[in-house]
């Protein structure tokens, strides 16, 4: 049967779109189908916003440092509607980026949410449109747990589009999201709550790195309410003055606090739900995500997923590689895998935390004895302008092989500097070659080549890097 095209690709994010281009490169008919705005989580309603108001929230930290190096500034003042039309600027222009990179390879976009009808066919709207192979990307979104009130709770989604700055604003969760926007809210001067339910951030870390970025944002002005869940938020009638209504947060334990605006960052969820999975023999994992084997072929024969549908690894340049690996295996002749070790990945909190490889706790349990350098220092920047902030690196070499298996830090740059440190753990770099590396003076990034003693065993459990 001659069907419309060769491949047809459900959602056009970050793996959608690199699938469909590759494929199309490859010679292949490519349809595209999307329900909102092309670029998907990470360029509309993610990293890239997301980074944008970090470097905007920043600001606040340059100024208060600046006064030492004898800059007399005024009080600086911040226009939250300024930063956030900006931001919306830059996102419409890169949405333009990916439509006309779509036309450029000659994928055809189709508007509107893909709905499989049978292993072959999908229904978009009015249009039905048929496909010899498929390929699911349809991304994941923000969960919120059923609790009374929760109709009163933004997510990050709309946390971009705020008609004004929260003077006081309760973020829930305690991963990647919720730091981050704690430290975006915390630095454009609102009032933050962290509301997280165990005792330090970002569970999944290297302990030494969660209690890093834990104290920096406590000392950093974020109020860290640790161990505690919401039982129920509640609209406040306005006060006398017809001044705008607060929410009031009440706790499991009984407590309860004031906020302006409540956040939620407890996790996301694969889009799973309403594309007609079950009927094509798609069949879900335990988690709810779609399951996909090393080739990210689903259950059914001719469709295939990736991305946060397929809940791996849920960052973006894995979705790229995903869906680069799917189209070059499908259309290009060239079989490849994507491969999942070693992924560098960063959480932009203020100071930042990256890394790549193992955790010191994943090392502990998979490997054999280890020798672990790290090193705790107020950067050169902070010693003129007072600021407390320090940056924390640690190594994690494997002894029996003197291989460096894991590079962890939390400080100014972090993303950039374990980025180009990846590429030598990737290559399996030794920590003899990384002692071998000349460093650059004077910057952080020289103390990952000089840090010549390992630490005494036993390892520290939970204390933060002094
Ligand atoms: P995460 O899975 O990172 O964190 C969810 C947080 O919410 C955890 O602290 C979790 O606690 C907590 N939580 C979950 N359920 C509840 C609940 N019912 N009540 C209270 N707390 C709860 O999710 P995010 O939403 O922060 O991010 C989603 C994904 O997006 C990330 O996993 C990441 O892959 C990606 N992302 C990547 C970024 C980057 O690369 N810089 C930036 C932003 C997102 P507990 O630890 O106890 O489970």
């Not at 894995?318 to 060239?334: L, N, R, S, Y």
Request: proline fraction near 4%; charge should be neutral; include cysteine.
């Amino acid at each position: 049967m001659a069907y419309d095209y060769d491949l047809f690709v459900i959602g056009a994010g970050s793996g959608g779109v690199r699938a469909s281009r590759i494929a199309a490169g490859h010679g292949a008919r490519v349809g595209i189908c999307e329900d909102y705005r092309v670029g998907g989580t990470c360029v509309i309603r993610g990293c890239v916003p997301k980074k944008l108001l970090v470097y905007g929230s920043k600001f606040a930290h340059e100024f208060e440092d600046a006064a030492a190096y004898g800059w007399i500034l005024a009080e600086p003042t911040h226009s939250w509607a300024t930063l956030r039309d900006n931001v919306a600027k830059e996102v419409d222009r890169l949405n333009g980026v990916y439509l006309r990179l779509l036309d450029g390879a000659g994928v055809k976009l189709h508007m509107g949410r893909g709905r499989l009808m049978d292993r072959h066919t999908i229904e978009i709207g009015s249009q039905t449109i048929t496909a010899e192979k498929i390929l699911v990307a349809a991304g994941g979104a923000p969960v919120v747990p059923d609790i009374p009130g929760r109709e009163f709770a933004i997510t990050s989604n709309e946390a971009f589009h705020l008609p004004e700055l929260p003077r006081r604003i309760a973020i829930v969760g305690g991963g990647y999201i919720a730091v981050e926007f704690a430290g975006i809210f915390n630095g454009l001067g609102s009032h933050v709550d962290l509301v997280l339910r165990r005792d330090r951030v970002l569970r999944g870390f290297d302990e030494e790195c969660r209690t890093a970025v834990h104290d920096a944002l406590k000392d950093g002005g974020v109020k860290m309410r640790t161990e505690m869940q919401i039982a129920r938020i509640e609209a406040t009638p306005s006060d006398s003055r017809g001044g705008k209504a607060p929410f009031t947060v009440h706790t499991q334990l009984g407590g309860m606090f004031e906020t302006d605006l409540v956040m939620y960052a407890t996790g996301r969820a694969p889009n799973t739900n309403g594309i007609g999975l079950e009927k094509v023999g798609v069949q879900l994992d335990k988690a709810g995500a779609i399951a996909v084997d090393e080739w990210s072929k689903t259950t059914a024969p001719n469709i295939w997923a990736v991305g946060d549908v397929t809940d791996r690894i849920n960052l973006t340049p894995v979705a790229i590689m995903e869906g680069h690996c799917f189209a070059d295996t499908e259309f290009g002749g060239k079989p490849r895998k994507p491969d999942h070790r070693d992924v560098p990945s960063a959480v932009f909190c203020q100071p930042e935390l990256a890394n790549v490889g193992l955790t010191e706790e994943e090392a502990r349990m998979r490997l054999g004895e280890l020798r672990i350098f790290t090193s705790a220092f107020r950067p050169m920047k902070y010693t003129v302008s007072g600021r407390q902030q320090r940056t924390f690196m640690k190594l994690i070499v494997e002894a029996a092989t003197d291989k460096v298996v894991g590079v962890h830090m939390v400080g100014d740059d972090a993303a950039e500097l374990v980025q180009g440190l990846a590429v030598a753990v990737k290559a399996g770099a030794t920590k003899a070659q990384f002692d071998a590396t000349v460093g650059i003076h004077p910057t952080a990034g020289e103390e990952f080549v000089t840090m010549r003693t390992a630490r005494v065993e036993p390892a520290p459990s939970r204390k933060a890097a002094e």
